[in-house]
C-alpha cells in the first residue's frame, strides 16, 4: 500500500509540475485563475457568474461578484441570464411572470365558456285557444265527438247551421227567394205556398241574384251558373244535391257568383262536385260535399275563386285517368280560400293550387285522413305547385298516408299549425310533413310537427328550399317504426331552421346533399340511435353542402355524430353545447366529424360533454379551425377508452382548445395530419395508460400556450411526427413510465419555453432517432418518487439543450445507446433525489452516447455530478466546458465499505473519455473517480473535497489535468487504489 501511495505521489508531482505549479498551497492559488466569465468563492474554487452572482444564490455573499454583469456569459456575448433563481429557491424561464404557464393558468378564450349559451327554441307563443308550450309545441282544442253530420274543425264542429224549418231560412232582404221541397211541383210558383220540385225548375227564368231556399230531401241537380245564385237548405245533414254522371253538381262561369249554404253535395261527373272558371266565384258555407269524382271544388283562370268556410269535404276519390281525388283545387291564377272547415275522411288530396297566379289560403282547418288512391304513391294534404302560392294557418294536417305539404315549384306557408301522423303509403315511398321540389319553397313557422313515419321534410332540386321556424318537431321514425330516418333531407336545395326544438328523432335532424343550410337556436333532445348502424347516424349530416350551424344546445344526445361533414363546401359551427346520452353508448364516433377535400369547418364556441367515442370530434381531411371549444365530463373506465380529438390529413387549427378530465387519449394526429393548438388545456383523468397528445408518422404538431395535466404515458407523444412546442406546461401523473414530452421514430420536436412536472419518468426525451431541440425549460420531477431522467436522448437520437433547468430527478441528463448525443448551454441542475439502493448522478453518458455540455452547473445533486459507464465495447463520451459542481450529498449506494464516501463531481468508466475545460468541482467526497477511461481537465479547480481531489483505479493511466487548482481539499492529491463498489449503470428497463 505505501507503494502504491508513493506511485500516485509521483503521478501527482508529474502532473502538477506539468501544469506549472508548485507544491506550495500559497504559490499554487497565486498562479491559478478562474475562467473567463467565472468568479472566485472565497471557500475556494471558481463557479460561473450567471449562477453564484445571481440575486437570490446562496454562494453570493461569498463570491467576489464585484462588477460582474451577470447579463451576459462573456465579454461581447448576448445575455443569456435569463435564467436565474427566484426568492422560493425555484428556478424561473426568460418568460414574464404574467406569460409564463402556471398551476392555475387558463386559456382566456376558453373561460369564455364557463356558462354555455342556451337558446329558446320551440313555439314562442300557441294560436288562440291552443294549449302548449316551448318544450312539446301547441296542440289545438280537443274536440268532443261530433254528432252526425259533423265534423271537426280547430275548435268546433261543422257545419254549424242548426236545422230549421224552411220558412226560417235567412236571406237577405228585398231578394228574390224561390223554394224547393221534395212535396213541391214544378207546376208552383216558387213561392213558400207553392214551392218547385226541382232546382232546375226553380232556376228557369231566375234574375241574378236569386235566392233557392231548399227544404229537407235529395235532389238532382246540375247547376250552371252564368250569373249570381243563392242555394240554401234548412241544414247540410237533411239537404242533399246529387250531379248525375255527364256534369257536375255546380259549375260557374263568365264572372258568375255562386253561394252555397247549408247544403251536401254528392258529385258523380269525373270533372268535379263544384266548378268555377272565367272569373267566377263560389262560396260554400256551412255545408259538406260529401263523395265525388276528380274535384270537390275547382277554379281555374284569373279573377275565378272558390271559397269554403265551416264546411266539410270528404271522400273524393280519383279519376277513371288515375287523376288524384281533391277536395279544393285551384288552378291557372284562380284563388281557394278555406276557413274554419274538415277536409278529408278518405280523400286524395286536400288544399291544392296550381299554375302561376293560384293562391289559396288555408285557416282553422282540420285536414285528415287523407289517403293514397289506389295505384298512386302518395296523398297529399295540402299542395301549391308551379308557381302557386298557399299559406295555411292555425290548422292541422293530420293522419296523412303520403305527404301533408307539398309543392313542386310553388310557395307553401305554414303559420301556428299542427302536422302530425305522417305515414308512408308503402315501403319505400315518401311519407313526410314536407315535400318541396322543382324550385319549389316551404316555410313552417310557430308551429308542431310530430309523430312522421319516415321524415319530416324532403327537399330535392335546385333552386328549392324550406324554412323552418320557431317550431317543434317530435317523434321522427324510429317512434313509429324499424326504419332509419333523416328528419329533413336536402338534395341540391336550400334549408333554413331558426329556433327549432327537434326531440325523439330516430337516426337525424338533417341531412344535406349539394346544399345550403342555415340552421341556429337548436334545441336537440334524444336525436340519433343509441348504438352504431351501417351508415353514420347524425344530428345534422352536411355531404358536399354549405352548412351554417349556431346557438345549439344538443341534449342526450344518441346518434353517432352531432354534426358529420364531408367533401369540398364550407362549414361553420357555432355556439353550441353537445351532451350525449349515454357515456357508455356503442358508438364509436362522436360529436362532430369532418371528411373534406378542399373545405373549411369552422367551430367556435362549443360544449361537449359525455362524449362516449373513441373519437369525439374526428377531422379526416380539409381545414379545420376550432375555437373556443371544451370538451368535459367524460365517464371513466368505459372500453374503449373515449378520444377527444381525432386529426386525419386534414389541417387543423384549435384555439382556446379545452378537454377537461377525460380518461383516454385526448388529442390524435394521424399520418400526414397537421394541428397547430393555440392556448389549450388538456387535463387527463384514471389510471389507464394513457398519452394525452399523440402525433402518429409524417404528423405535424404546432402548439402555443398549452397545459397538460394527469397522462399517465406522456403528455405529448411523437412517433415519427414533427412538433414544434412554444409555452407548455407538463404536469403527469403517477403511470408505468410517464414522460413529459417525448419524440421517437426519427421524429422531431423543437421545444421552447416549457414547465414540465410532476411524477414523469423522463421529462424531455428522444427515442429511436429522434431530434429534439429544447430551449428555456424547467424540469422538476420531485414527484416521481422513483429512477427519473429530466432529459434523454436514446437510441440514436440527438437532443439540443438551450437554457434549461432541472430539479427533483434521480439523473438530469442522459444520453445511452450508439449514436445518441446530447448537447446543452446553459443548462442547470439543481437539487436532484437520491434513491434508496440506487447510484444517481446528474449527467451520464453511457453505452457509447455522446454528451457536450457548454456552461452547465450541478448543484446539490446525489451520487456524481457528471458521469460516464460504458464498458470495453461501448465507448461513452463527455464533454464539458465552464462546468460546475458543487454542494454534492452522499449517494446510496451497495458496497463492501459502507463508510466510503462516493459522491464524486466527474465518475469515468471502462473506455468512455470525459473532457471538462473550464470545470469547478466543489463540495464532494473526490473531484473525479476514473476507472480505465480519459479524463482531460484544463481550466479547472477542484475545491473541498471531503477525501481528496482525485481518485483513480490501479490500472487506470493518470488523467490530463492542465491549469487545475485544488484549494481546500482534504487532500489535494490523486490517490490510487481499488475503488468501492459503485456502479452507475440506468436500469435495464430503459427504452
Known amino acids: 500500500m505505501r507503494g502504491a501511495r508513493a506511485t500516485v505521489a509521483s503521478i501527482a508531482s508529474i502532473t502538477l509540475a506539468l501544469i506549472g505549479c508548485s507544491s506550495a498551497r500559497s504559490d499554487e492559488v497565486a498562479r491559478w485563475r478562474c475562467p473567463e466569465d467565472w468568479v472566485e468563492l472565497d471557500r475556494g474554487g471558481c463557479a460561473p457568474a450567471l449562477v453564484a452572482c445571481a440575486p437570490s444564490s446562496p454562494s453570493r455573499q461569498g463570491a467576489r461578484c464585484a462588477n460582474v454583469d451577470v447579463s451576459r456569459a462573456r465579454s461581447g456575448a448576448a445575455p443569456t441570464a435569463s435564467i436565474t433563481r427566484a426568492a422560493?429557491?425555484?428556478?424561473?424561464?426568460?418568460?414574464?411572470?404574467?406569460?409564463?404557464?402556471?398551476?392555475?393558468?387558463?386559456?382566456?378564450?376558453?373561460?369564455?365558456?364557463?356558462?354555455?349559451?342556451?337558446?329558446?327554441?320551440?313555439?314562442?307563443?300557441?294560436?288562440?285557444?291552443?294549449?302548449?308550450?316551448?318544450?312539446?309545441?301547441?296542440?289545438?282544442?280537443?274536440?268532443?265527438?261530433?254528432?252526425?253530420?259533423?265534423?271537426p274543425s280547430v275548435g268546433r264542429c261543422v257545419p254549424t247551421v242548426e236545422c230549421a224549418a224552411i220558412e226560417r231560412v235567412a236571406v237577405p232582404d228585398g231578394a228574390t227567394v224561390r223554394y224547393v221541397t221534395a212535396a213541391g211541383s214544378d207546376d208552383g210558383d216558387g213561392s213558400l205556398a207553392r214551392p218547385y220540385a226541382t232546382v232546375r225548375r226553380a232556376l228557369e227564368g231566375a234574375p241574378s241574384g236569386v235566392w233557392?231556399?231548399?227544404?229537407?230531401?235529395?235532389?238532382?241537380?246540375?247547376?250552371?251558373?252564368?250569373?249570381?245564385?243563392?242555394i240554401a237548405g234548412v241544414c247540410a245533414e237533411r239537404v242533399r244535391l246529387t250531379g248525375d254522371s255527364a256534369a257536375p253538381v255546380v259549375s260557374a262561369s263568365a264572372s258568375a257568383t255562386v253561394v252555397l249554404r247549408g247544403v251536401t253535395l254528392t258529385g258523380r261527373d269525373e270533372r268535379g262536385v263544384v266548378v268555377a272558371s272565367g272569373g267566377?266565384?263560389?262560396?260554400?258555407?256551412?255545408?259538406?260535399?260529401?263523395?265525388?269524382?276528380?274535384y270537390g271544388l275547382y277554379a281555374s283562370g284569373a279573377s275565378t275563386s272558390v271559397t269554403v268556410v265551416r264546411s266539410a269535404v270528404r271522400a273524393m276519390r280519383a279519376r277513371a285517368d288515375g287523376l288524384r281525388g281533391r277536395s279544393v283545387h285551384g288552378v291557372a291564377g284562380a284563388r281557394v280560400t278555406v276557413d274554419a272547415s274538415h277536409i278529408g275522411d278518405g280523400t286524395n288530396v286536400g288544399v291544392a293550387v296550381e299554375g302561376r297566379g293560384a293562391t289559396g289560403t288555408v285557416t282553422d282547418?282540420?285536414?285528415?285522413?287523407?289517403?293514397?288512391?289506389?295505384?298512386?304513391?302518395?296523398?297529399?294534404?295540402?299542395?301549391?305547385?308551379?308557381?302557386?302560392?298557399?299559406?295555411?294557418?292555425?290548422?292541422?294536417?293530420?293522419?296523412?298516408?303520403?305527404?301533408?305539404?307539398?309543392?313542386?315549384?310553388?310557395?307553401?306557408?305554414?303559420?301556428?299549425?299542427?302536422?302530425?301522423?305522417?305515414?308512408?303509403?308503402?315501403?319505400?315511398?315518401?311519407?313526410?310533413?314536407?315535400?318541396?321540389?322543382?324550385?319549389?319553397?316551404?316555410?313552417?313557422?310557430?308551429?308542431t310537427l310530430r309523430s312522421m313515419d319516415a321524415s319530416a321534410a324532403l327537399v330535392r332540386d335546385v333552386g328549392s328550399s324550406f324554412a323552418l321556424r320557431t317550431s317543434v318537431l317530435r317523434e321522427v321514425g324510429a317512434a313509429l317504426t324499424e326504419r332509419e330516418s333523416l328528419a329533413i333531407v336536402a338534395g341540391n336545395s336550400t334549408v333554413e331552421l331558426d329556433r327549432v326544438r327537434a326531440s325523439d328523432i330516430d337516426f337525424g335532424l338533417l341531412g344535406a346533399f349539394d346544399s345550403t343550410v342555415s340552421a341556429r337556436g337548436l334545441r336537440l333532445l334524444r336525436v340519433g340511435r343509441r348504438s352504431p348502424i351501417v351508415d353514420s347516424s347524425a344530428a345534422i349530416f352536411s355531404n358536399h353542402s354549405e352548412l351554417s350551424v349556431s346557438d345549439v344546445v344538443a341534449e342526450s344526445h344518441r346518434g353517432m355524430f352531432a354534426i358529420l361533414t364531408d367533401v369540398d363546401r364550407d362549414v361553420s359551427f357555432e355556439r353550441a353545447r353537445i351532451r350525449f346520452a349515454d357515456a357508455s353508448s356503442e358508438a364509436s364516433f362522436g360529436a362532430l366529424s369532418a371528411e373534406s377535400v378542399s373545405a373549411t369547418l369552422r367551430v367556435r364556441d362549443v360544449v361537449i360533454e359525455r362524449c362516449p367515442s373513441v373519437a369525439c370530434v374526428l377531422l379526416s381531411s380539409g381545414a379545420v379551425e376550432l375555437e373556443s371549444v371544451w370538451m368535459r365530463d367524460f365517464?371513466?373506465?368505459?372500453?374503449?377508452?373515449?378520444?377527444?380529438?381525432?386529426?386525419?390529413?386534414?389541417?387543423?387549427?384549435?384555439?382556446?382548445?379545452?378537454?377537461?378530465?377525460?380518461?383516454?387519449?385526448?388529442?390524435?394526429?394521424?399520418?400526414?395530419?397537421?394541428?397547430?393548438?393555440?392556448?389549450?388545456?388538456?387535463?387527463?383523468?384514471?389510471?389507464?395508460?394513457?398519452?394525452?397528445?399523440?402525433?402518429?408518422?409524417?404528423?405535424?404538431?404546432?402548439?402555443?400556450?398549452?397545459?397538460?395535466?394527469?397522462?399517465?404515458?406522456?403528455?405529448?407523444?411523437?412517433?415519427?411526427?414533427?412538433?414544434?412546442?412554444?409555452?407548455?406546461?407538463?404536469?403527469?401523473?403517477?403511470?408505468?413510465?410517464?414522460?413529459?414530452?417525448?419524440?421517437?421514430?426519427?421524429?422531431?420536436?423543437?421545444?421552447?419555453?416549457?414547465?414540465?412536472?410532476g411524477a414523469a419518468t423522463f421529462g424531455v426525451v428522444g427515442i429511436e432517432g429522434a431530434n429534439v431541440d429544447a430551449s428555456d425549460v424547467l424540469i422538476d420531477l420531485a414527484r416521481a418518487q422513483r429512477t427519473s431522467w429530466a432529459v434523454a436522448a436514446l437510441d440514436g437520437s440527438t437532443v439540443a439543450l438551450d437554457r434549461v433547468v432541472v430539479q427533483g430527478a434521480s439523473t438530469a441528463l442522459t444520453s445511452v445507446g450508439a449514436g445518441s448525443t446530447l448537447r446543452g448551454r446553459d443548462v442547470f441542475v439543481d437539487s436532484l433525489v437520491a434513491l434508496e439502493g440506487e447510484s444517481n448522478a446528474a449527467v451520464i453518458a453511457q453505452l457509447s452516447g455522446r454528451i457536450a455540455l457548454d456552461r452547465v452547473s450541478v448543484t446539490r445533486a446525489a451520487g456524481a455530478a457528471y458521469a460516464t459507464l460504458s464498458d470495453t465495447a461501448m465507448e461513452s463520451s463527455l464533454a464539458l466546458a465552464d462546468a460546475y459542481a458543487g454542494d454534492l450529498a452522499l449517494g446510496r449506494v451497495s458496497s463492501s465499505r459502507p463508510e466510503e464516501r462516493s459522491n464524486v463531481g466527474l465518475f469515468v468508466r471502462s473506455s468512455?473519455?470525459?473532457?471538462?475545460?473550464?470545470?469547478?468541482?466543489?463540495?464532494?467526497?473526490?473531484?473525479?473517480?476514473?476507472?480505465?477511461?480519459?479524463?482531460?481537465?484544463?481550466?479547472?479547480a477542484i475545491s473541498e473535497s471531503l477525501d481528496a481531489a482525485g481518485l483513480l483505479d490501479s490500472d487506470t493511466p493518470p488523467p490530463s489535468l492542465t491549469r487545475v487548482g485544488m484549494h481546500g481539499n482534504a487532500r489535494n492529491e490523486v490517490l490510487s487504489g481499488a475503488l468501492p463498489d459503485v456502479s452507475f449503470a440506468l436500469p435495464s428497463d430503459v427504452p
Open 635 to 757: 365517464a371513466r373506465g368505459q372500453e374503449p377508452a373515449p378520444g377527444a380529438l381525432v386529426v386525419g390529413e386534414a389541417s387543423v387549427t384549435a384555439r382556446g382548445f379545452v378537454v377537461d378530465g377525460i380518461d383516454g387519449p385526448a388529442i390524435t394526429v394521424f399520418p400526414r395530419g397537421r394541428l397547430t393548438l393555440e392556448g389549450s388545456r388538456v387535463s387527463v383523468v384514471g389510471t389507464r395508460r394513457t398519452t394525452a397528445i399523440t402525433a402518429g408518422s409524417e404528423a405535424t404538431l404546432e402548439a402555443r400556450s398549452l397545459t397538460v395535466t394527469g397522462a399517465t404515458n406522456a403528455s405529448v407523444g411523437l412517433l415519427g411526427a414533427s412538433a414544434v412546442i412554444e409555452d407548455l406546461r407538463s404536469d403527469s401523473a403517477m403511470g408505468e413510465a410517464p414522460v413529459g414530452v417525448r419524440a421517437a421514430r426519427a421524429g422531431s420536436l423543437v421545444l421552447r419555453r416549457a414547465v414540465i412536472n
Open 88 to 151: 422560493d429557491d425555484r428556478w424561473v424561464g426568460p418568460w414574464s411572470t404574467s406569460a409564463a404557464p402556471s398551476s392555475t393558468w387558463v386559456p382566456p378564450s376558453a373561460m369564455e365558456l364557463a356558462a354555455p349559451w342556451s337558446p329558446t327554441a320551440g313555439v314562442t307563443s300557441c294560436p288562440m285557444g291552443w294549449s302548449g308550450d316551448a318544450e312539446l309545441g301547441c296542440e289545438p282544442p280537443a274536440i268532443d265527438a261530433c254528432a252526425a253530420g259533423r265534423y
Open 280 to 294: 267566377a266565384s263560389v262560396r260554400m258555407e256551412d255545408s259538406v260535399i260529401d263523395g265525388g269524382v276528380g
Open 212 to 230: 233557392l231556399v231548399l227544404g229537407e230531401g235529395s235532389y238532382a241537380a246540375a247547376v250552371t251558373a252564368d250569373r249570381a245564385i243563392n
Open 365 to 447: 282547418t282540420v285536414i285528415e285522413r287523407v289517403r293514397a288512391a289506389p295505384a298512386q304513391e302518395q296523398g297529399f294534404a295540402v299542395s301549391g305547385d308551379e308557381g302557386a302560392t298557399l299559406s295555411v294557418e292555425r290548422s292541422v294536417l293530420r293522419e296523412i298516408r303520403g305527404i301533408a305539404v307539398y309543392t313542386r315549384g310553388g310557395t307553401v306557408n305554414v303559420r301556428r299549425s299542427l302536422i302530425a301522423r305522417i305515414d308512408q303509403p308503402a315501403p319505400g315511398q315518401e311519407g313526410c310533413a314536407v315535400y318541396v321540389n322543382a324550385a319549389g319553397r316551404v316555410v313552417v313557422e310557430e308551429s
Open 912 to 940: 468512455s473519455a470525459v473532457r471538462c475545460e473550464r470545470c469547478t468541482l466543489r463540495g464532494s467526497s473526490y473531484g473525479f473517480m476514473v476507472r480505465r477511461g480519459a479524463l482531460s481537465i484544463v481550466d479547472g
